[in-house]
């Protein structure tokens, strides 16, 4: 990178297409954890980008939970999404220390750039912007993740590189 933000962390690889076989593979891994709910959410939304409405009755069954129930796990936690993310996942620092730090103008002008707003997927599925409440980077402030990697420091050229991997 030739801004002066830092990146901190390997991006992680693309998502699997959702099958149901895949998906019970994944249950079947965490079932016997404590509390597996969240395990198996994380590692769904991990795995597939997000969490598909067709898993939820599979967690519900091996979990001998309600489907309501599972909905409710993924709702109240407000990182898991039931759509497809789009091929880029920008999610960008809003939590104090980031806000201290100019995140309020730079999530702006990331927004901007992405020609996309925050909580949502832009119509032709380039791209997914999310807000995010500490990265465990305020040292770096303003931070953002870009597909997975870790970025801090964040200034106008950072958010030209990060809009230009979003085009690509
Ligand atoms: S507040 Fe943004 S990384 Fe901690």
Redesign the pocket.
């Known amino acids: 990178m030739s801004s002066g933000y830092a990146v901190i962390g390997e991006a992680r690889g693309r998502h699997e297409a959702w099958s149901p076989a895949r998906g019970s593979e994944i249950i079947a891994d965490h079932l016997a954890m404590e509390g597996a709910t969240l395990p198996i959410l994380h590692a769904m939304q991990e795995t597939f980008g997000y969490v598909p409405q067709d898993a939820v009755p599979l967690i519900a069954d091996a979990l001998n939970l309600s489907r309501a129930e599972v909905h409710g796990s993924m709702t109240f936690y407000h990182d898991f999404r039931n759509e497809p993310a789009g091929k880029h996942i920008v999610k960008v620092?809003v939590?104090?220390?980031?806000?201290a730090a100019g995140?309020n103008a730079t999530s702006e002008r990331i927004a901007k750039a992405l020609d996309c707003a925050f909580g949502e997927t832009r119509p032709d599925g380039q791209v997914t912007l999310e807000p995010i409440?500490?990265?465990?980077?305020?040292s770096?402030?303003?931070?953002a993740m870009v597909n997975g990697r870790l970025v801090g420091r964040l200034d106008d050229e950072a958010v030209d590189e990060i809009a230009a991997e979003c085009r690509s």
């Open positions: 620092c939590a104090e220390a980031c806000q995140g409440y500490c990265l465990g980077l305020c770096c402030a303003p931070s």
